[in-house]
Nanobody, 126 residues
Framework: QVHLVESGGGSVQAGGSLRLSCAAS??????MGWFRQAPGKAREGVAS????????YYADSVKGRFTISRDNAKNTLYLQMNSLKPEDTAVYYC?????????????????????WGQGTQVTVSS
């Protein structure tokens, strides 16, 4: 089982940037993703990445602003968030899944992921 710990959240003004990190243990070649949940809303997929980093997927709402990456030597997943908007305010979670077939069937589908971190709050003020 993968243990995931997010960090890097905080408060920022609109137009600013943040970089989230997700440290993973018990980790081996997992497909990974970032999800977020705003107050009163369902959790949604933000970005996802294959084990080698060659395949990435993004929600339309963050394309061109967010970049997902990973450093497998450090067992760490990242989400660089630029040009932040108030609507990006949410708790951000990282998640992992080992099954390639399940991942390719829906990289931004939260139901496909097995392991989750505790989340980190991102607040963007206007």
């Amino acid at each position: 089982q993968v243990h995931l710990v997010e960090s890097g959240g905080g408060s920022v003004q609109a137009g600013g940037s943040l970089r989230l990190s997700c440290a993973a243990s018990g980790y081996s070649g997992h497909y990974m993703g970032w999800f977020r949940q705003a107050p009163g809303k369902a959790r949604e997929g933000v970005a996802s990445i294959s084990p080698g980093g060659g395949a990435t997927y993004y929600a339309d709402s963050v394309k061109g602003r967010f970049t997902i990456s990973r450093d497998n030597a450090k067992n760490t997943l990242y989400l660089q968030m630029n040009s932040l908007k108030p609507e990006d305010t949410a708790v951000y979670y990282c998640a992992a899944i080992a099954d390639a077939r399940r991942w390719y069937g829906g990289p931004l589908d939260e139901d496909r992921y097995n392991d989750w971190g505790q989340g980190t709050q991102v607040t963007v003020s206007s």
